[in-house]
């Protein structure tokens, strides 16, 4: 069976995304997405990875190689659709967009005194002097 591969690359005014479809080393065609038709495609593929059996990872295993974002913009607005009593968090990712969870009371509390602690990290008891 041949093999396929898909290549992406940027467009050279940055305007759009290029998907070209090879098989070997044959260019079958290509796709030019927009950055609003890139942003619905990032979506529906998220969601996709959502429904799969292998889902990722519930944690966060030490010294695991994530990508970040350096300053991310934030809000957690006052009004939202979600349930009652539960706060919005956006983070915006320059790559992914407004990514946003929604937060039990506890949930929030929990991510607040963690930021707080690791600003401030709790002191810790010395062990008792020996006199």
């Known amino acids: 069976m041949p093999r396929m591969?898909?290549?992406?690359?940027?467009?050279?005014?940055?305007?759009?995304?290029?998907?070209?479809?090879?098989?070997?080393?044959?260019?079958?065609?290509?796709?030019?997405?927009?950055?609003?038709?890139l942003d619905q495609l990032i979506s529906e593929l998220a969601r996709i990875r959502a429904e799969l059996r292998d889902v990722v990872t519930p944690e966060l295993e030490p010294f695991s190689r994530v990508?970040?974002?350096d300053y991310p913009a934030w809000r957690v607005p006052d009004q939202h659709s979600g349930p009652p009593g539960t706060a919005l968090l956006t983070l915006?990712?320059?790559?992914?967009?407004?990514?946003?969870?929604?937060?039990?009371?506890?949930?929030?509390?929990?991510?607040?005194?963690a930021l707080v602690d690791y600003r401030n990290p709790?002191?810790?008891?010395?062990a008792?002097?020996?006199?």
């Open 5 to 37: 591969n898909l290549k992406v690359t940027i467009d050279e005014d940055r305007n759009s995304a290029i998907i070209e479809l090879y098989e070997e080393e044959t260019l079958l065609g290509h796709i030019i997405y927009d950055a609003s038709t």
């Open 67 to 69: 990508s970040g974002t």
């Open 92 to 113: 915006r990712h320059p790559g992914l967009g407004w990514l946003a969870f929604l937060l039990e009371p506890e949930r929030a509390d929990d991510i607040a005194r």
């Open 122 to 126: 709790p002191a810790r008891d010395k």
């Open 128 to 131: 008792p002097s020996r006199s």
